[in-house]
């Protein structure tokens, strides 16, 4: 008994372990996704227009935007610890202590590849933006380990005004993008695509990973509390 006991600790904690690398993961191409989005200067999903914004208000150069992203999830941290610290877990300190490393790396990665400056690379470069972003943002949702700091912020506004959580979240994502612009942030054909066609996409990707990838290793179902 104790040994089966033992067995099936030993299996959640592994199955744990693979979901916070998963989820790192997933951070990590979010992080890229950003940079590549700023390189390509078509203009950025709402909560990144924040990050501009913010960037661009502290007198940074773009390849700072990884020192300024991890400011503002901090921010948005404090706020969720003070008005919903319930939405608080470790998913959200895997989603925001390392983003802004991230980004930087990824505009040190953008730099080696030389794209060329023209609109066709600023294209490609916007392309594999948000492709990254998209993707990334898929896969750390499907792994289901918890929220980031956007999120909670999201959920707290859901919770203050009683409403439904897309009613909060177009709310944030207008806040944001009327801040960020107002800061100086980034606006762009980008800003419109994300706005359009990012939702779907990443719901799609999330499902498609969880059925495909997740299940096959025996974590589609488990739930981390």
Known sequence: MDNAISNVKNKSYKSFIIRIVISLVGVSLVGFGLAFNSAGALGNDPVAVLYDGARNMLGLQPEKLGLVTNLVNFILLAMVFIFGRRYINIGTFIYAL????????????????????????????????CSMLFL????????????????????????KINAQYKIAKIICDVISLLLGFTLGGKIGVVTVIAACI????IQKISEVFDKTILKKMNLSKLVVE
């Open 98 to 129: 390392p983003m802004g490393n991230f980004v930087s790396i990824g505009f040190k990665f953008y730099e080696s590849l030389n794209i060329t400056s023209s609109l066709g690379g600023r294209i490609l470069t916007s392309f594999c933006g």
């Open 136 to 159: 990334g943002i898929g896969i750390f949702i499907a792994v289901n380990i918890g929220m980031d700091p956007v999120t909670g912020v999201i959920m707290v506004l859901r919770d």
């Open 198 to 201: 990012a939702g779907p996409i």
